[in-house]
């Protein structure tokens, strides 16, 4: 697996790769086994539908933003040969996160725009491109390096793959939202779980953490997103979403600016 261990850490190590692998399977079952989920039309009825400056949804719209800006300033850093927090084996995942990550101020700026079926592939497509990129990235430093370098385009077709299986199949009248609920939300109980339980090959995890941290409170603005407007009247929870996910983006840079190798780690 690429770290310093004795046999009896092998041996606990790969007891907890085979219970994650083990949630994970039973996550993919359980999925499977539910009826095919149509999209919620009711999903794009979003509270805050104001204008401005000839922009429909603007605040929905605009606060795409920092997606780009951060993308682009991982794709500045990652122009510096060396970088304390960056495994060489792992640039071609971190290229991709970084260029997903910009890719979601444009598909979702233009989602935003006229928020409908047709337009959310446009959104999810790049965020699914970010999101297999991360996985690929918290498989290298915490499993294996060449495990992760292999599983990157693999990983990447099948999330481009549920989107657009869902979107043929909601242009055919029967959508089924489940292999892309599968790509973005069993990952969410593996990285949790390879960050707690296996050692990394880095000295820091909080970073990952934090990305973990901001998207989940993305989530729950989106859920929240007419309440928080109630409450703030100038910005909805949706527009806050957009935001505070892209503080992953940052939190992403961090990483590879802040962080050094582990004692135990090797390249």
């Not at 500045?76 to 970084?98: N, S, W």
């Not at 859920?223 to 928080?228: N, P, Q, Y």
């Not at 840079?253 to 582990?262: D, E, F, I, Y």
């Amino acid at each position: 697996m690429g770290f310093q261990t004795g046999p009896a850490s092998a041996k606990y190590l790969r007891t907890r790769l085979l219970v994650i692998g083990l949630l994970g399977a039973i996550a993919v079952i359980v999925l499977a086994l539910q009826p095919a989920i149509p999209q919620d039309l009711r999903y794009h009825a979003f509270v805050d539908a104001r204008d401005c400056a000839g922009i429909p949804n603007f605040w929905n719209v605009i606060s795409n933003l920092p997606f780009l800006l951060f993308g682009l300033w991982g794709l500045y850093t990652l122009r510096r040969r060396e970088l304390p927090g960056l495994l060489p084996a792992l640039r071609p995942a971190y290229l991709i996160f970084f260029i997903g990550a910009a890719l979601v101020a444009l598909g979702s700026g233009y989602y935003h725009l006229q928020p409908n079926n047709a337009t959310l592939v446009w959104d999810r497509l790049p965020m699914t491109i970010a999101f297999m990129a991360f996985l690929s990235i918290i498989i290298g430093e915490h499993i294996d390096l060449r495990l992760a370098r292999r599983l990157l385009l693999p990983l990447i077709v099948i999330g481009v793959a549920s989107v657009l299986y869902w979107h043929i199949t909601e242009a055919r009248g029967h959508g089924d939202l489940r292999p892309y609920a599968a790509v973005q939300f069993v990952p969410v109980i593996f990285i949790p779980l390879m960050l707690w339980l296996l050692p990394s090959r880095l000295n820091s995890t909080r970073f990952f953490w934090l990305v973990i941290v901001t998207y989940a409170l993305a989530k729950v603005l989106e859920f929240f997103d007419g309440a928080t407007y109630e409450q703030l009247h100038v910005i909805s929870g949706h527009s806050l979403k957009h935001m505070v996910a892209a503080l992953g983006i940052y939190f992403m840079v961090l990483a590879l600016q802040r962080r050094t190798l582990g004692a135990a780690a090797t390249r």
